[in-house]
């Protein structure tokens, strides 16, 4: 990777705009007053250097940046860093799967005739030639917002053994979390059974600063609900809201949530790999 010359050449023409898919992208995926949030894409079927030159460029993609990853990600979501074989999971059986809407990836770069995306499901959006490779680009318009409030609650007290086997019970996950936790909010939860927080409706999330590591999120709602943030989920991130430390939950078996009671609420989540120096 670091010393995979191609990579070298890859980025440098990408750099001066020569390469046609990724100026499509930078395009794409420029966050705007409505998506503050970087777009989430994946590589699949692509030489391996692809996934690396991807990151490096700014583009937040399914693979991340080798070796950094999380075993507890690769279970759940499988993808490895070369992108030419697709990996699956019990929890990520494939494209249709609900947990690869709530991973909010929008676009799948690919090379024409990958498995599992030439399909209605998916428009095609972008397609150009690189280097001898038929590159296409696969809208995913079930994508899930990278930042926005549920509440309904489902209790998994195994999320371990789910990993290992898949879902067994049935979960809407634009509507629903899956929660490690017995209570949330003072209300118990069932397990693998949906909860409700509470009946009204009206919810607003807007995502006012991201950096890579610090989201700050405006939150209004008359309900008590469940702001989710799907990004993974770790011990060095930190959770505020109105400037107190609250607990980080782990959410949908691999991201990132917090409980908010009724009212405006200002969110705070940073990544503070010294906090436990006292820094």
């Given at each position: 990777?670091?010393?995979?010359?191609?990579?070298?050449?890859?980025?440098?023409?990408?750099?001066?705009?020569?390469?046609?898919?990724?100026?499509?992208?930078?395009?794409?995926?420029?966050?705007?007053?409505?998506?503050?949030?970087?777009?989430?894409?994946?590589?699949?079927?692509?030489?391996?250097?692809?996934?690396?030159?991807?990151?490096?460029?700014?583009?937040?993609?399914?693979?991340?940046?080798?070796?950094?990853?999380?075993?507890?990600?690769?279970?759940?979501?499988?993808?490895?860093?070369?992108?030419?074989?697709?990996?699956?999971?019990?929890?990520?059986?494939?494209?249709?799967?609900?947990?690869?809407?709530?991973?909010?990836?929008?676009?799948?770069?690919?090379?024409?005739?990958?498995?599992?995306?030439?399909?209605?499901?998916?428009?095609?959006?972008?397609?150009?030639?690189?280097?001898?490779?038929?590159?296409?680009?696969?809208?995913?318009?079930?994508?899930?917002p990278r930042v926005f409030s549920v509440t309904e609650?489902?209790?998994?007290?195994?999320?371990?053994?789910?990993?290992?086997?898949?879902?067994?019970?049935?979960?809407?996950?634009?509507?629903?979390?899956?929660?490690?936790?017995?209570?949330?909010?003072?209300?118990?939860?069932?397990?693998?059974?949906?909860?409700?927080?509470?009946?009204?409706?009206?919810?607003?999330?807007?995502?006012?600063?991201?950096?890579?590591?610090?989201?700050?999120?405006?939150?209004?709602?008359?309900?008590?609900?469940?702001?989710?943030?799907?990004?993974?989920?770790?011990?060095?991130?930190?959770?505020?809201?109105?400037?107190?430390?609250?607990?980080?939950?782990?959410?949908?078996?691999?991201?990132?949530?917090?409980?908010?009671?009724?009212?405006?609420?200002?969110?705070?989540?940073?990544?503070?790999?010294?906090?436990?120096?006292?820094?």
């Amino acid at each position: 990777n670091a010393t995979n010359w191609q990579g070298f050449k890859l980025l440098e023409r990408a750099e001066k705009g020569e390469i046609p898919v990724v100026e499509w992208l930078r395009t794409a995926t420029k966050p705007d007053e409505k998506n503050a949030m970087p777009i989430r894409l994946e590589a699949v079927g692509l030489p391996q250097n692809w996934a690396n030159v991807l990151g490096v460029l700014g583009f937040e993609s399914t693979q991340g940046y080798n070796p950094l990853r999380l075993d507890r990600y690769q279970r759940v979501i499988g993808m490895d860093e070369s992108g030419t074989v697709r990996q699956w999971t019990p929890l990520l059986p494939g494209y249709h799967a609900p947990m690869f809407n709530l991973l909010g990836v929008r676009y799948i770069v690919a090379t024409k005739g990958s498995p599992g995306i030439n399909n209605p499901r998916f428009p095609l959006r972008h397609s150009s030639q690189t280097d001898g490779l038929s590159i296409e680009v696969r809208e995913n318009p079930r994508a899930l917002p990278r930042v926005f409030s549920v509440t309904e609650a489902v209790l998994d007290p195994e999320t371990d053994k789910t990993i290992a086997s898949g879902l067994q019970y049935e979960v809407d996950f634009s509507k629903q979390v899956v929660l490690e936790n017995s209570t949330v909010g003072g209300v118990s939860l069932r397990p693998r059974v949906s909860t409700s927080l509470c009946t009204e409706s009206g919810v607003s999330d807007r995502l006012v600063v991201y950096t890579p590591n610090r989201l700050v999120i405006d939150s209004e709602s008359p309900c008590p609900r469940i702001l989710l943030v799907n990004n993974v989920w770790h011990p060095d991130w930190q959770v505020f809201v109105n400037g107190t430390e609250r607990e980080l939950l782990r959410t949908n078996f691999l991201f990132q949530g917090v409980f908010l009671e009724p009212g405006r609420h200002s969110v705070e989540v940073k990544f503070n790999p010294l906090r436990f120096l006292g820094l």
